[in-house]
C-alpha cells in the first residue's frame, strides 16, 4: 500500500497520476471526460453519494458565493466540505471544510485509501479528475453531511457534473474560455445550464437577457423550479470601506443588514444568493449572518499591508469582475490614483482588461502571471503601450517580486497597490510579500 508523510506528497500523487500527456489521444476529446470520472469514482465507491451536494457554476463569483453557502450550512450545524479551484497560495484552498483546512492526517489517509483502490483500474483521469475525486472521497472520509461543490470550467462536461445535488446555483455568465466554451454568450451559457439536474431547484443569479433564456428553457426541459434573484432581491444598498463593507437589503420580504469582510457590491449579491439558497433548506439560524459576516477568500478583494502600503489582491480575469473591482477599487481610495499589478494568462481580453486598468491607474506594472498557464506579458506591455497616454507610466517585469519591488520604489507610503487579472498572479505577489 502507498505510503504518504506529507500533503505534498499527496499533490504529486494527484498530478503524477492525473498527467494530461498520459491520456491516450483518442480519449483527450472532451466529450469523453465524464466517461473517465464516471469509471474513476465506480472505483471509489462513489463516495459523491455518501452526503448531500449544492453544484455552484458561472463565470464569476461562483467561488465565493459557494464559500457563503457551505459557511451557512456550517453554522446551521453541519459538517460541510467546500471545493473550488483554482487555489491562491496552498493546494488545501481547494479541499476545505467550510474553508478550514482538514488535519494533514485525512488528507494524507484519503490519498492512501484512494491509491490502493486505483491499483484496481486502468483508466487514466486529467489532473482536475483527480481533485474532483479526490474531494468527493475525501469528504465522504471526514464524515461530511453536505459539500458545495463549485465547477471547474464550464458545467455539462465539467468534472464535477457527476453528480445529482439538492441544489443547482448558477452565478452571472459572461465570454470566458471561448475557445472550449463558445464565442457566444448563448453558448456559454448552455455549456453551464447543463449543471441543472431534474427535478432539481437552480437559483439564479443577475444575467444578460441572452444567457437567462438558456438558462430557463433548461429549467423548463429538466422540470426544475427556478429560483431568480433579481426577483427576491431588493433596497440594496452598500458602502465601501478597506476592510469591509456595510450591506443592506430584503430578501423575499425580510430585511438583512450585515457587515461583510469581503468588499464590492459583488460580494454583497454573492453573500444574497447564498443566502436565497440557505432559506430555501431552512439552514439559516442565529449564527448565520455573523458567520457569513466574517467569511473570506484568498485573492478576493484580500487587502493586506506591505511596507505601509495597502495591497489588494483580487483574481478579476473577465471584463464585468475588472469593471466591477475598479470601481470598488476607487470607492475605498478615491483620492489615489495608485499603482495596478496586471497580468493575464493566453485567451482572456486583455485588450480591453488593460483599458479598463488604464483609465484608473496612473502607474501600471505588467508582468507574467506565474507559469501554471501560458502567458505572453510582452504582447501586453505592448498594447499597453500603445493606448496609454502621454502622462501615464506602464513597465514590464520579469516576475512577482521584481514587479512588487518596482511598485513600492515608485510609490509613497500609503499609496495604494491592486493586483489582478489572475488568480495566480495574486499567488505569487503574496509569496513575493512573505519573502521579503
Sequence with gaps: MMKFDTFGQVIGFLESYGSLKDIPSQETVRKYRLERI??????????????????????KGKGSTASYIAKGIEAAGFRCGLYLSPHVCDYRERFTLAGKFFDDEVYIKTAEIMAEMLEK??????????????????FSVAGCDWAVIETGLGGRLDATNIITPQASVLTPIELEHTEILGDTLEKIAVEKSKIIKPGVPVFISHQENEAM?????????????????????????????EDYQNVSFRLSGKSFILKLRMTGMVQALNCAL??????????????????????????????????????????????????NLIETFSEIHPKHKGICIFGSVLGKN???????????????????????KKSNPQVLYEFAMSVKSPEQTVVLCNNATEA?????????????ILVCGSFYLAGYIREAMIQA
Design 38 to 59: 464516471k469509471t474513476l469514482l465506480n472505483v471509489l465507491g462513489n463516495p459523491q453519494n455518501t452526503y448531500r451536494t449544492i453544484h455552484v457554476a458561472g463565470s
Design 121 to 138: 483500474t486502468t483508466v487514466t483521469p486529467s489532473v482536475f479528475e483527480m481533485y474532483t475525486a479526490y474531494a468527493f472521497l475525501l
Design 213 to 241: 433564456s438558456v438558462l430557463e428553457k433548461e429549467a423548463e426541459t429538466q422540470h426544475s423550479q427556478v429560483i431568480r434573484l433579481n426577483d427576491c432581491l431588493s433596497e440594496l444598498e452598500t458602502k465601501q470601506y
Design 274 to 323: 447564498a443566502l436565497l439558497v440557505l432559506n430555501r433548506f431552512d439552514l439559516i439560524c442565529k449564527d448565520t449572518l455573523e458567520t457569513l459576516e466574517n467569511n473570506t477568500l484568498p485573492g478576493r478583494m484580500e487587502n493586506l499591508c506591505f511596507r505601509n502600503r495597502s495591497v489588494c489582491l483580487d483574481g478579476a480575469h473577465t471584463l464585468r469582475s475588472m469593471t
Design 350 to 372: 486583455y485588450r480591453k482588461m488593460i483599458q479598463i486598468v488604464l483609465g484608473q491607474f496612473s502607474k501600471v506594472v505588467i508582468v507574467k502571471p506565474g507559469t501554471f
Design 404 to 416: 512588487l519591488t518596482w511598485s513600492i520604489e515608485h510609490s509613497t507610503e500609503n499609496t495604494p
